[in-house]
């Protein structure tokens, strides 16, 4: 069972501290890695994808990716209220079409 | 705005009955692929359509089934709804059918079944 782990949460941080979400996976075979952020009642935004192993940066955003490890996260600076949402994990999988495997999910509540 | 647009955004069946989802791709995104999304869960995937054949289905009975058309947009179909397929409906688009790193979701179609 190809899997991806996230810890639930909530992840509490104040604001303008830095948040870490940290995600692992176990098909060795995957080859990008996705975040998206997830409003409740809302579908999934994509923030990053990642697929080379070290940091990705966007704006207030770190994406980092450690393949030996396989070890998944995502940074971000400077949280903000309007961050705090469910954060997904996925990584899709070789073999020739888009699948993606989500993990469950990390609440993130920011708080003034 | 990601440009993909999914109807309904709400509805309510019965125990039994069928229902269509539907869907269209972002502008030049050819690959559609419906996601599964129950309460508190990560989003689970259906299948995914490339220029109208199925290439790729997760675990999930024949009762899910699937179309795309010419122009990409895509029909979910669920028949003999049962409760626990109350859930929020995904449909993504990407580019292409297997190197897709874009890949972007509409604002999903929620379903309860009764």
């Known amino acids: 069972q190809k899997e991806v782990e996230q810890n639930s949460g909530p992840l509490s941080v104040p604001e303008g501290a830095i948040a870490s979400l940290n995600c692992t996976y176990s098909?060795?075979?995957?080859?990008?890695f996705f975040w998206y952020r997830q409003y409740s009642g809302k579908s999934p935004e994509l923030i990053m994808f990642?697929?080379?192993?070290g940091d990705k940066e966007d704006g207030r955003f770190t994406a980092q990716l450690n393949k030996a490890s396989q070890y998944v996260s995502l940074l971000i600076r400077d949280s903000q209220p309007s961050d705090s949402a469910t954060y997904l994990c996925?990584?899709?999988?070789?073999?020739?079409?888009?699948?993606?495997?989500f993990g469950a999910g990390t609440r993130l509540a920011v708080h003034p | 705005e990601t440009g993909v647009t999914q109807s309904p955004t709400h509805l309510i069946k019965t125990r039994g009955q069928q229902v269509t989802l539907r869907c269209s791709s972002q502008?030049?995104?050819?690959?559609v692929s419906w996601y599964q999304q129950a309460l508190g869960q990560g989003p689970q995937f259906i299948f995914q359509?490339?220029?109208?054949?199925?290439?790729g289905r997760g675990n999930f009975p024949p009762r899910f089934s699937g179309l795309q058309f010419p122009n990409y947009s895509s029909e979910l179909n669920v028949n003999a709804l049962e409760l626990d397929d109350s859930a929020l409906y995904l449909c993504?688009?990407?580019?292409?059918?297997?190197?897709?790193?874009?890949?972007?979701f509409g604002e999903g179609s929620w379903l309860t079944v009764v």
């Open positions: 993504a688009s990407s580019p292409d059918s297997s190197s897709g790193n874009t890949i972007y």
């Open positions: 098909d060795r075979g995957s080859q990008s």
């Open positions: 990642i697929y080379s192993n």
């Open positions: 996925a990584a899709r999988l070789s073999g020739g079409y888009n699948k993606l495997i």
């Open positions: 502008s030049g995104h050819n690959t």
């Open positions: 359509y490339y220029r109208e054949e199925e290439n």
